[in-house]
């Protein structure tokens, strides 16, 4: 006779919680884990691509809904020296791309002669921040970014918790509701970092990375995901591999692997690391371009004769208090434990609720065998940035590596692998709940309590962000002294570089006024040796600087020469009756060009030794480093194409199989030791 499930009581769990444990063990409801080496076809029928469709529309629903204070805000600003930093960036390359149909490799609006395209935080290579400020223009266009990640995010979670975690669709739309309504990226957005919001991209690639054996289109999504996090994300793709390798390796050791893989052969899943190696190389060649200009921009600043490639001991171990966890803090934060939900005191506020974690906990006690690997990324990541707060510090040992040792906030960028651990984990814990209810209307009717009481919280707290985000709006300049003096430069005095006013001496409220802003807030300072025309006061005056000796200037005479300007080429109207030295305001690079004479530095400014007899000079701008990620870009893609041809023309399959691969280890183990 089959033994039938006891229901035990409230009291009697509460009391006896390893009682419990041992008779939930027993129960082959709560065993059946499914083999993961074969992926069961639910794609039957209409049933399914209905469902599907109807969850998704409505998790896309879900977060216009719950910004929608933001969409409505129109052209209003978040009051962020961060946020008008971004405004100015985006502002910058709409104009450019409008105006002069190009894409501006520096610029002289900032900075004193600012090269864009060795900027990590510069936007040139991203086709969906192109698209969407010259649609939308430069304000709306990162509000939609922030939007579009958060949906993008959701609806990932959905299919990868659906598809190779094999879960019901009610708790993968749990679990992606969960995602989407977070409050991470709604705060960071509030605090004018857009470009964070890539880490919202790491589901979609961990869903195509596993699907990657079954064709070749999720491993090309999958490098088009790295290659568009890597174009402006800054630390995004390198937190992200991190992730996906540990979650990779954790997969190829673990008995019924993290995910669904039909393709697995050996006792040793080598197949997803391989992938995601082959991934990451093929980035790195895809993105030579923007590689190389970095490389330049942080190593020499001055050409790439100078480019230092170790990067290290340039910053001291100092990690932000305020931008680091606790174990008190996760907890406050997660639960909103004191009541405070304040997110401009808590820039990086992780809030989960009680449902979401009771499941997630409920997930990790009773379904370890298929969790266990999000727990230990997770418990890692949350460990990373914690920084020095942690009993053992693993962010100082990881601080000491090239690029890591600029990070001085590890949260913000190790936080959101712990949120997608936390919702796929809370996955498994409701599946168990709704697996262990038999009657589907009881099933429906609880699903969709706990969904309402776990979503309501969060969309409350994300509606109160989004309402709270955007609601500055500019106020006008001062007029200058002299109208229509063309174009000059100004610099602050005696105000800090990351001002949020006043409004005279940001960048993107000069670039309006098509001014110059010498010492702009960035988040790679650049040195700068332009002189401005104006000082601006703490008061919005302006001061006139006395040292100003024009824009273009005959160095022996001193007189000033008219020129225009554009980001990448200079023209100056010049009548030369003997042989002098022309003088730009703008910060010397080894990367001008020109044929009117020999470019070279005056006290750190561009000059142009000009022979007799010209009318005019002009420069150009094109960067090197550019060029020479072109080309090994351009070499490196067809490498690749030639390798992948001769491996399926004259490779065995046989060969790259993971049993081949551990019958090679071992023989060379044996091979190794006596």
């Not at 697995?264 to 899943?269: D, F, M």
């Amino acid at each position: 006779m089959k033994e039938r499930w006891r229901d035990p009581g409230l009291l009697e769990v509460g009391l006896a919680p390893f009682w419990a444990w041992a008779r939930i063990r027993q129960s082959p409801r709560f065993l059946a884990v499914p083999d993961m080496t074969t992926r069961p076809d639910p794609r039957d029928g209409l049933r399914f691509e209905a469902l599907g469709t109807v969850l998704n529309s409505t998790l896309v629903v879900l977060v216009i809904l719950a910004t929608l204070p933001v969409i409505l805000s129109g052209d209003l600003l978040a009051n962020n020296n961060d946020f008008f930093q971004f405004v100015s960036r985006h502002e910058l390359l709409r104009r450019e791309i409008v105006e002069h149909w190009s894409i501006p490799h520096r610029t002289h609006f900032y900075g004193g002669g600012f090269p864009l395209v060795g900027d990590p935080e510069d936007a040139g290579f991203n086709p969906l921040v192109i698209g969407l400020t010259l649609a939308l223009g430069s304000v709306s266009g990162i509000k939609w970014f922030g939007i579009l990640a958060m949906v993008v995010g959701a609806m990932s979670v959905f299919a990868l918790v659906r598809g190779p975690l094999l879960l019901p669709a009610v708790p993968a739309f749990g679990a992606a509701a969960f995602y989407g309504l977070s409050t991470w990226l709604p705060v960071r957005m509030e605090d004018g970092n857009p470009n964070e919001a890539y880490a919202y991209l790491l589901p979609a690639c961990l869903l195509f990375l596993a699907r990657a054996p079954e064709g070749r289109r999720f491993l090309v999504a999958l490098i088009l995901l790295f290659a568009l996090t890597l174009s402006n994300g800054k630390f995004t793709l390198i937190v992200n591999a991190m992730v996906l390798s540990m979650l990779c390796t954790l997969h190829a050791v673990s008995r019924h692997g993290v995910w669904c893989d039909p393709n697995r052969s050996g006792l040793i899943a080598w197949n997803p690391l391989k992938y995601l190696l082959l991934a990451l190389i093929a980035t790195a060649v895809l993105m030579a371009p923007r590689i190389m200009p970095t490389l330049e921009f942080f190593g020499g600043m001055s050409g790439m004769s100078n480019m230092n490639l170790t990067l290290n001991d340039t910053r001291r171990y100092e990690p932000v208090g305020s931008m680091t966890y606790s174990v008190g803090r996760y907890l406050n934060q997660a639960l909103d434990w004191k009541g405070d939900f304040n997110a401009s005191r808590t820039p990086l506020w992780l809030y989960f609720g009680w449902i979401p974690l009771l499941l997630a906990l409920s997930g990790a006690l009773f379904a370890w065998r298929r969790t266990w690997p999000w727990v230990v990324v997770a418990g890692l990541c949350a460990w990373v940035s914690m920084a020095d707060r942690a009993p053992v510090d693993l962010f100082f040992w990881l601080h000491k590596l090239p690029l890591f040792n600029t990070v001085s906030r590890p949260g913000k960028y190790f936080a959101p692998p712990v949120l997608l651990c936390v919702v796929v984990v809370a996955a498994f814990g409701m599946d168990l709940l709704l697996r262990r209810i038999r009657s589907r209307r009881m099933q429906a009717g609880v699903g969709a309590m706990v969904l309402v009481l776990g979503i309501v919280p969060m969309f409350h707290r994300v509606w109160s962000v989004s309402a709270h985000s955007y609601t500055f709006e500019m106020p006008a300049p001062r007029p200058w002294p002299v109208a229509g003096e063309g174009y000059f430069q100004v610099r602050s005095r005696d105000l800090p570089i990351w001002r949020a006013g006043p409004p005279e001496s940001l960048a993107h409220v000069n670039l309006a006024r098509g001014i110059g802003t010498i010492d702009w807030y960035t988040g790679v300072h650049y040195p700068a040796h332009a002189v401005p025309k104006y000082f601006v006061e703490r008061d919005g005056s302006y001061t006139r600087n006395l040292s100003y000796r024009g824009e273009c200037f005959w160095l022996e005479t001193g007189e000033v020469l008219p020129c225009s300007f554009s980001s990448n080429r200079i023209v100056v109207k010049a009548s030369t009756p003997q042989a002098r030295t022309l003088v730009v305001n703008q910060n010397f690079h080894a990367d001008w060009r020109s044929r009117d004479g020999k470019v070279m530095a005056h006290e750190g400014l561009l000059a142009l030794r000009v022979p007799a007899g010209g009318e005019s000079v002009e420069l150009t701008y094109r960067s090197s480093a550019l060029n020479a990620g072109i080309w090994i870009s351009a070499f490196g893609l067809i490498a690749m194409l030639a390798l992948g041809y001769l491996r399926r023309r004259f490779v065995p399959r046989w060969t790259t199989s993971e049993y081949a691969i551990e019958r090679g280890a071992a023989r060379a183990i044996g091979w190794i030791l006596p």
